[in-house]
């Protein structure tokens, strides 16, 4: 039973980290509600969010790569990824991607290619904050003890 | 006439459009876990074909087979937006009664007053949580009551 503990209060306090750092927000906490009877769902749902903003990142890096930059090609790219980050709470991520969008209005390319590498390292650090938290959670429900419930 | 009598024992049964992966994941979620059936498209011409009112599909009097009581739909989607998406479900005999709601990560206030002029039910802003939805399901309860 200590180990359950032990992981429990690690649990807590690394997801307490992850909003006080701002690397979360309420809307992630919107999504664990939901898992509450079906635990698979914010894995479900973070799993896609890896596998289209990679799809997205990678259009990214090719639009901004043409001879001619069609900006209004990469503010779609951009908003998309706004908004699935938005919508998974992934918020440093969608902050990089409004910044984004305002370069791509002003068709700033270098402002574009600055924030496309500034989105990127969002994106792989929240992905890597993410993939510790739900190993945690399997930790936890390995030892045979229930994920803690925040409020 | 009504297309749409569901009685308290049955589930009604909502199309989700939206073209972002993860915000259909989310809304589908969110509407099941409010006790409704849900079927989602990724685009305005997928969402009409599934209504009937594709280009090709002949406009019958017994279309809405498929017993649609809501839809959602996104604002913001490549081809057709769920504005015009809205305006062709309105201009149809058959499926202009259907309450629907849009969705948008934006909040403007024109946007708003053009798509509620224009008969949505709702607009809603996203990221969709919880407790919108639980608004929503008890705002179409009302419409059926």
Do not use: W
Not at chain 1, 73 to 96: E, I, L, M, W
Request: hydrophobic share 40%; net charge negative.
């Amino acid at each position: 039973m200590e180990i359950i503990g032990k992981l429990q209060k690690q649990f807590i306090d690394f997801i307490k980290a992850l909003y006080h750092e701002g690397f979360l927000d309420d809307q992630f906490l919107q999504l664990k509600l939901q898992d509450e009877s079906s635990p698979d769902f914010v894995f479900e749902v973070v799993t896609l969010f890896f596998e289209d903003s990679e799809k997205i990142i990678n259009n990214l890096a090719a639009t901004l790569q043409q001879q001619v930059v069609d900006f209004k090609q990469v503010d779609s790219h951009v908003h998309q990824f706004k908004g699935s980050s938005s919508s998974v709470g992934a918020q440093r991520v969608t902050n990089a991607c409004i910044a984004f969008r305002n370069f791509c209005e002003q068709k700033n390319l270098e402002g574009c290619v600055q924030c496309l590498q500034h989105v990127k390292h969002e994106y792989f650090l929240v992905k890597n904050k993410l993939e510790t938290l739900l190993r945690l959670e399997q930790q936890i429900l390995a030892a045979g003890g229930t994920i803690p419930v925040l409020s | 006439m009504d297309f749409y009598a569901s009685s308290s024992t049955e589930e009604p049964h909502v199309l989700a459009v939206d073209d972002n992966l993860v915000d259909r994941k989310l809304v589908e979620r969110l509407l099941k876990k409010s006790s409704c059936k849900v079927t989602t498209a990724e685009n305005g011409l997928r969402a009409l074909e599934y209504l009937g009112l594709g280009a090709d599909q002949e406009h019958s009097i017994n279309g809405n087979d498929s017993q649609v009581n809501m839809i959602i739909t996104d604002y913001c989607m490549p081809g057709m937006t769920g504005y015009e998406l809205l305006k062709k479900i309105k201009e149809s005999s058959i499926l202009k009664d259907v309450p629907v709601v849009i969705m948008s990560s934006e909040n403007i206030p024109t946007r708003i007053d053009q798509c509620l002029e224009e008969g949505a039910q709702m607009f809603m802003l996203k990221p969709l949580k919880h407790s919108d939805v639980k608004r929503l399901r008890c705002q179409l309860m009302q419409c059926q009551g």
